[in-house]
């Protein structure tokens, strides 16, 4: 069965670097999303891709987040300037179609540390 | 108000007993609905979808949604100790359109054998 899937599994950095979390979304998908869960949270959005853009943001994706499909088959996270709160697991996911009853696959994660 | 609700838990149920769990969401115009399972430091994983009122039955599981009441549940009949999770309640809210989900805290099932 086709995957999301994403690298690395776990990416330590220290405050104030930059990081790429890299994501291969299920090949036929169009919808792209970006979550995070702070240990002990709630899964949390952060951004949807569609079409070579972002069509939704959360509060959270702040001027420090950005997200780019650089090829036909990669979607990436950047996050600039590392804080410690952004220490959390991040989750890429692919939608099949626009339809509201299409469900979100979501890939195995990334951890982050940042120290 | 939070935009999806669940009851944290722990719920505890025997092997072979029927796990309940539920799900309040505040957007009214909610139509799609979906449970995904959550092992500790894994990502969630689609267990069922729903969008119609009523019951909904795949193998154990059976998922039930009243629109009226806003309220979404998830029957486990049949509880393993495999089943022991993090169970996610998720919707689709009527003011997004780009399929995004909002979950729940999610509800912690542990099956004890």
């Known amino acids: 069965e086709p995957e999301v899937t994403q690298t690395p599994s776990h990416q330590v950095t220290q405050m104030g670097q930059e990081v790429i979390l890299r994501c291969v979304p299920i090949?036929?998908?169009?919808?792209f999303y970006w979550y995070r869960q702070i240990l002990g949270q709630k899964v949390e959005f952060l951004v949807s891709?569609?079409?070579?853009?972002?069509?939704?943001k959360s509060e959270i994706f702040d001027d420090q987040f950005s997200v780019e499909r650089p090829d036909g088959s990669n979607f990436t996270l950047k996050i600039r300037s590392t804080k410690l709160e952004d220490s959390a697991m991040y989750f890429c996911?692919?939608?099949?179609?626009?339809?509201?009853?299409?469900?979100?696959?979501f890939g195995n994660g990334t951890r982050l540390t940042v120290t | 108000q939070k935009e999806v609700e669940q009851n944290s838990g722990p719920l505890s149920v025997p092997e072979g007993a029927i796990a309940s769990l539920n799900c309040t969401y505040s957007?009214?115009?909610?139509?799609?609905f979906f449970w995904y399972r959550q092992y500790s430091g894994k990502s969630p994983e689609l267990i069922m979808s729903?969008?119609?009122?009523g019951d909904k039955e795949d193998g154990r599981f059976t998922a039930q949604l009243n629109k009226a009441s806003q309220y979404v549940s998830l029957l486990i009949r049949d509880s393993q100790p495999s089943d022991s999770a993090t169970y996610l309640c998720?919707?689709?809210?009527?003011?997004?359109?780009?399929?995004?989900?909002?979950f729940g805290q999610g509800t912690t099932l542990q099956v004890k054998p």
């Open positions: 996911a692919s939608r099949a179609t626009g339809f509201r009853n299409s469900p979100l696959h």
């Open positions: 090949s036929n998908h169009l919808y």
């Open positions: 891709f569609y079409n070579n853009e972002i069509s939704e």
């Open positions: 957007d009214r115009g909610s139509q799609s």
């Open positions: 729903i969008y119609s009122n």
């Open positions: 998720a919707v689709n809210p009527i003011s997004s359109n780009t399929g995004k989900l909002i």
